[in-house]
């Protein structure tokens, strides 16, 4: 048995009951369950349509994004989610390169190494080089004045937790933003690379190992044991290359507003719906979410 979800924008909330009943019919699935009015709805199907690839592209041009998961074990027992343009709306080392006066050249690494263009560790040494002699107070100005959660994320987080799952931010990106980011919207664990500074200024190197890809699989990995499920039992999101390989192991893997190669490759790719979408692929309705 598998579950199909239609998630809409929540801004836009125009999910048509008529598109939902339509599939539903056209798929010979069970009753269909609305999460939220306007926004997402579920069905069962026995089987999945051979055309479903083509139906989900299709229904992503207008708008709607569409799952297909098997229907046992949806809901999750760990969130492993990314930090930069998943968790929060910016990529921090971009930021930081604006107020270093690198702002464009770093941007265009970062673009290609989130695509999957450049090998992540070489991109991240270059891109930190170019840091180097910044004061590392502008970590603080950038925090305050330039970071910006996404829209959804901290609704997801408190969610999962009062159902009793473990949340874990763990990012390619630096310690001195995952703690912050970690704390605000409530993770239980972080895990990121450290930026050096020496007498307050950055040297433009970081502490290895890096934690590029393999130590994002390395991290899904390592929490599933010390927590004794699998990772048939998580659910991951991000967006960028760097994340590809452990959202293809994950129970779900999501694909939240993604680079091409990411979206392309991920088992659940996620356009137009923001984070709380991880929610209803779970089976959460908009009712049982929790205050953030």
Same mark, same amino acid.
């Given at each position: 048995?598998?579950?199909?979800?239609?998630?809409?924008?929540?801004?836009?909330?125009?999910?048509?009951?008529?598109? $939902?009943?339509?599939?539903?019919? %056209?798929?010979?699935?069970?009753?269909?369950?609305?999460?939220?009015?306007?926004?997402?709805?579920?069905?069962? $199907?026995?089987?999945?349509?051979?055309?479903?690839?083509?139906?989900?592209? *299709?229904?992503?041009?207008? #708008?709607?994004?569409?799952?297909?998961?098997?229907?046992?074990?949806?809901?999750?027992?760990?969130?492993?989610?990314?930090?930069?343009?998943?968790?929060?709306?910016?990529?921090?080392?971009?930021?930081?390169?604006?107020?270093? *006066?690198?702002?464009?050249?770093?941007?265009?690494?970062?673009?290609?190494?989130?695509?999957?263009?450049?090998?992540?560790?070489?991109?991240? @040494?270059?891109?930190?080089? @170019?840091? =180097? *002699?910044?004061?590392? =107070? /502008?970590?603080?100005?950038?925090?305050?004045?330039?970071?910006?959660?996404?829209?959804?994320?901290?609704?997801?987080?408190?969610?999962?937790?009062?159902?009793? =799952?473990?949340?874990?931010?763990?990012? #390619?990106?630096?310690?001195?933003?995952?703690?912050?980011?970690?704390?605000?919207?409530?993770?239980?664990?972080?895990?990121?690379?450290?930026?050096?500074?020496?007498?307050?200024?950055?040297? #433009?190197?970081?502490?290895?190992?890096?934690?590029?890809?393999?130590?994002?699989?390395?991290?899904?990995?390592?929490?599933?044991?010390?927590?004794?499920?699998?990772? #048939?039992? =998580?659910? /991951?999101? *991000?967006?960028?290359?760097?994340?590809?390989?452990?959202?293809?192991? %994950?129970?779900?893997?999501?694909?939240?507003?993604?680079?091409?190669? $990411?979206?392309?490759?991920?088992? $659940?790719?996620?356009?137009?719906?923001?984070?709380?979408? @991880?929610?209803?692929?779970?089976?959460?309705?908009?009712?049982?979410?929790?205050?953030?």
């Amino acid at each position: 048995m598998f579950t199909i979800t239609l998630i809409a924008s929540p801004v836009r909330r125009d999910l048509d009951p008529a598109l $939902v009943t339509s599939l539903r019919d %056209a798929w010979g699935g069970g009753g269909a369950l609305w999460l939220a009015p306007d926004e997402a709805a579920e069905f069962d $199907v026995a089987v999945l349509p051979g055309n479903l690839s083509e139906i989900a592209a *299709g229904l992503r041009a207008d #708008g709607v994004d569409l799952a297909a998961q098997p229907a046992d074990n949806r809901c999750k027992r760990l969130l492993l989610a990314d930090m930069d343009s998943t968790m929060i709306e910016q990529e921090c080392i971009d930021e930081l390169a604006e107020m270093a *006066g690198v702002g464009p050249r770093v941007a265009a690494i970062t673009a290609r190494a989130m695509n999957g263009e450049l090998d992540f560790e070489g991109a991240l @040494l270059e891109r930190v080089g @170019l840091l =180097a *002699g910044l004061d590392a =107070a /502008v970590i603080d100005r950038v925090m305050e004045e330039r970071i910006t959660m996404a829209p959804g994320g901290a609704t997801l987080v408190a969610t999962m937790r009062a159902a009793g =799952a473990h949340t874990a931010l763990v990012s #390619g990106g630096f310690t001195a933003f995952t703690s912050r980011v970690a704390a605000q919207l409530g993770f239980d664990e972080h895990r990121a690379n450290t930026l050096i500074a020496a007498d307050g200024i950055l040297t #433009g190197d970081v502490g290895r190992p890096i934690l590029g890809r393999e130590a994002k699989i390395a991290a899904l990995s390592d929490i599933c044991v010390r927590l004794g499920i699998d990772a #048939g039992d =998580a659910i /991951v999101v *991000g967006d960028g290359a760097n994340d590809l390989g452990m959202i293809q192991r %994950a129970g779900t893997g999501v694909a939240l507003h993604a680079k091409p190669v $990411v979206a392309d490759q991920a088992p $659940v790719r996620i356009d137009h719906g923001d984070l709380t979408a @991880l929610l209803y692929l779970q089976g959460y309705s908009r009712e049982a979410f929790a205050s953030a």
